[in-house]
């Protein structure tokens, strides 16, 4: 039998009601060896996440403020999941040593990595597994990046003492034994890389949606499940907003080709979405497999006579754009015009250097400046065996009045990025949405 590593999400873990589901979810499956748990989320809309109250706990301290009661609050949450659950276990000394780090600034990392630890303590107890800290096998490098080869080495290493173990996600250490922590959804990179170092057979996230839409619910009505999707898929899904999953969580598996399976905790019996290094399937009746987007991106439009003929005319540009430390989404081109799209957070105080800078090396005949650009990403593996998916595209958006102001389409034909004014965004979505999905 192969091994599955499992993460549960803070929803997952908001109160003993929901241990114990992720505990009947381990225990139906021997395979389930390896558990990560985050930090307890939000039991109600009102609620406040573990990770922000710890947060605030340091902002507190920092400001010379008594955290005393404050940190009571987050004491009695996890002090109430343990009464609840029946457990005979004190967390009381380790409660007492959180806050006075917190009040010693030990960081900020560590304050916000807390709600994971005493989270997995817990489950460890509850389940009856052994608890591994994170920061004995999850390293990062002195200049804050992750540190894959010592990590996957000592892990591989811890694991095979362990039978089965909870393992707190979000954090690890520095090389000075300070805890660092990923960005903000960061346990679904730590299971990925237990995963990873496991060789185990799947990685299941669980989290409170079952699996991952073909667009935001926010803009279309109930929108169709996701039943299969490749790594390529999500990564270009996850970085034009869809967040299901984090997407640097995506690599350590894929490198290792085991797949992800993103299910329900709260719905344990629905499939979910299983994300996989590659199929030839799709749905026919749909192509597409997803649609994703995001808004506040500014385009920068150069036009200059005979630029087709001018030798390194782009690369100045993209010269003049590492100088300024300006990274870029699109380049959309064409006989004498090229468009730059970056996201308009970039231009913050740099717009009028870089449109000097860009007047100074490519001697351009204009170049314009504008703001409120929203990118679609219509993305699906079915692309490359459907004709016309492209025009369908086109065609719903015009059909829905909306004026496209830039198209980019990448030789594998996985996805079509569209550019519409901000204004237009969600009308646009919802458009597409209704061209390839009927009811």
Known sequence: MGIKTVKFGGSSLADAAQFRRVGEIVRADSARRYVIASAPGKRTPDDIKVTDMLYRCYEMARAREDITDYFAKIAERYNAIIRDLGLNYDIAGELAYICDGINHHTGRDFAASRGEYLSSLILAKYLKYDFIDAESVIFFKENGSFDAEKTREELRKELKKH???????????????????????????????????????????????????????????????????????????????????????????????IPINIRNTNDADAPGTMIVAGTSEYDAKTVITGIAGKKGFSVISVEKDLMNSEIGFARKMLDVLEDNGISFEHLPSGVDTMSVIVASGELEGRREKLIASINRACRPDSIVCEDGLALLAVVGRGMVKARGTAARVFDAISGAGVNIRMIDQGSSELNIIVGVEEKDFERALRAIYREFVKD
Do not use: K, Q
């Open 163 to 257: 039978e089965r173990a909870v393992i707190p996600g979000f954090y690890g250490v520095m090389p000075n034994g300070t805890i660092r922590t990923f960005s903000r959804g960061g346990s679904d990179i730590t299971g990925s890389i237990v995963a990873e170092a496991a060789e185990a057979e799947l990685y299941e996230n669980w989290t409170d949606v079952s699996g991952c839409l073909m667009a935001d619910p926010r803009i279309v009505e109930n929108p169709r499940p996701i039943r299969t999707v490749t790594y390529r898929e999500l990564r270009e899904l996850s970085y034009m907003g869809a967040s299901v999953l984090h997407e640097e969580a995506i690599f350590p598996v894929r490198a290792a080709g």
